[in-house]
């Protein structure tokens, strides 16, 4: 049967990233359950119990599974029922000095949690830097339209202007609070280590004749050949699932990110105002060859939308877990898991391919805001006129009456705004003429946007990447380029 006659998950099919793919792939699954095998062989070792230089030899020798064992793994697992003896099995078969001593004192727990902890560990150092590039990129752009004013937006109504950079901030900023989460989910992430079946660490008490010193050092030494700084002191025979529950929320809480930010760029394109990366042989619509629409963001939006609902898996098995570990936990595990990290893959793969084609039209957002800047003027209008000595209240019914006209012609008969003309025309507004066009200048209406788009750079967005520089872990001359 060919891999076209069988179900193909998308996210792996089309969206994600090779190495994303890859870690989540049953060849380093498999291959790392081996690899904690290993390090448990060692440190028992270490600690004096009887296992030969051939035994570990051996190990390290079959350490990547190879393609011909998974067929023995599936028969094993057939006749055993059961994933992590079929897996010992094979792997003894290839080291068979070490046959003996494969997952000695350990419970099943040791190699598939241990494992996924690994495995989150490793996603999220795929996703941070990811995440970092496409900040820096979304804030070049804010940087260089700072100051280009365009209409803001209140209950998706024309309101008072703000600028293209300024709106981009906003964006940036939730970005910044979904890599503190990202980060803080990182940092917290322990290892489950060597604890037996229900946490007690009974079986390596015995092994090591009661010696509870030797049982620490080795929790301590499988702990740091796995590269994490500690191991959870308390554990069942899972580690915590309220940790699969926390590290999937701050995934989710990008996923809304992702989906609010397409939206966005949506409206935006709609307007006309802004337009993401449309490639010269792109195909809008079948039917209608003018079309140029937003599929990256519309994709954004449908995977955002995925990732966002995914904690609710991940937090209901934590809550339906029963005393020290029912296996209620394992098939929807299997599936929230790598979908939730390459959810978020395929998500920063799109913000940076449309972060590094972002299209403005200048002229477009121009006309826009002069639509709508009479109406917007008219506060200021009105201040002008009170410094002249006009009474306040009588040129807010001044300009009351005129802008409900200009607003009958603009709704009623679809014509320009033509309040400016008005005003011009009549002699109440003659001590303030002279100013207008002053007055009406778009960017005395973005107040101290440019200068806010500055000073978040400065002080937030170079604070939270300095790491990313420094390690020189942010692609910026990367785009990342779409599969489909």
Not at 393 to 414: M, N, P, T, W, Y
């Amino acid at each position: 049967m060919s891999a076209n006659d069988t179900y193909q998950d998308p996210l792996n099919s089309r969206y994600s990233s090779a190495e994303m793919k890859y870690l989540f792939s049953p060849r380093n699954r498999f291959s790392t359950w081996r690899q904690l095998w290993i390090w448990l062989a060692e440190a028992e070792k270490e600690l004096g119990l009887d296992i030969s230089d051939e035994a570990i030899k051996q190990m390290k020798e079959h350490q990547v599974i190879q393609d011909e064992e998974f067929q023995v793994a599936a028969e094993e697992e057939k006749k055993r029922r059961h994933d992590v003896m079929a897996h010992v099995h094979t792997f003894g078969l290839g080291a068979p000095a070490a046959a003996g001593i494969i997952h000695w004192g350990a419970t099943s727990c040791y190699c598939t949690d241990n494992a996924d902890l690994i495995f989150l560990r490793d996603g999220l150092d795929i996703l941070l830097p990811k995440l970092g590039t496409v900040i820096e990129k979304l804030s070049g752009f804010a940087k260089e339209y700072k100051s280009l004013p365009c209409l803001a937006y209140t209950h998706l109504q024309p309101a008072q202007l703000t600028t293209v950079g300024k709106r981009a901030c906003l964006w940036i900023q939730d970005l910044l609070m979904d890599l503190r989460n990202l980060e803080r989910a990182r940092e917290d992430l322990r290892f489950r280590g060597v604890k037996g079946t229900t946490g007690t660490q009974a079986s390596f008490l015995q092994i090591f004749d009661g010696d509870h010193s030797k049982v620490e050092q080795l929790d301590e030494l499988v702990t740091q050949k796995a590269g994490f700084g500690s191991a959870y002191i308390i554990s069942s025979q899972t580690y915590p699932r309220k940790i699969d529950a926390d590290v999937l929320n701050a995934l989710s809480s990008f996923g809304a990110t992702c989906e609010h930010i397409g939206q966005a760029m949506r409206l935006l394109a709609s307007f006309k105002e802004l337009e993401e990366p449309f490639e010269s042989t792109q195909i809008g619509s079948s039917a209608m060859a003018y079309k140029r629409n937003p599929m990256r963001s519309e994709r954004l939006c449908s995977l955002g939308r995925k990732l966002r609902n995914l904690n609710a898996d991940a937090s209901a098995t934590y809550a339906a877990q029963w005393m020290e570990r029912t296996l209620d936990d394992s098939a929807i595990r299997r599936m929230c898991l790598p979908q939730s990290f390459l959810c978020a893959d395929a998500s920063l793969i799109l913000l940076n391919n449309i972060a590094s084609g972002l299209v403005v039209y200048p002229a477009v957002i121009k006309k826009r805001v002069d639509a709508e800047l009479p109406f917007m003027a008219t506060e200021n209008i009105i201040m002008a006129l009170v410094k002249k000595g006009v009474s306040r209240q009588d040129a807010h019914e001044e300009i009351r009456v005129l802008s409900h006209q200009a607003g009958a012609e603009v709704k009623q008969h679809g014509r320009d705004n033509d309040l400016i003309e008005r005003i011009n025309r009549t002699d109440f507004f003659k001590p303030i003429v002279g100013d207008l066009e002053e007055l009406m200048k778009p960017e005395t209406f973005t107040g101290r946007a440019p200068q806010q788009v500055d000073a978040f750079y400065e002080r937030e967005v170079t604070k939270a990447l300095k790491k990313y520089y420094d390690a020189g872990s942010l692609k910026l001359q990367e785009t990342a380029e779409l599969k489909v």
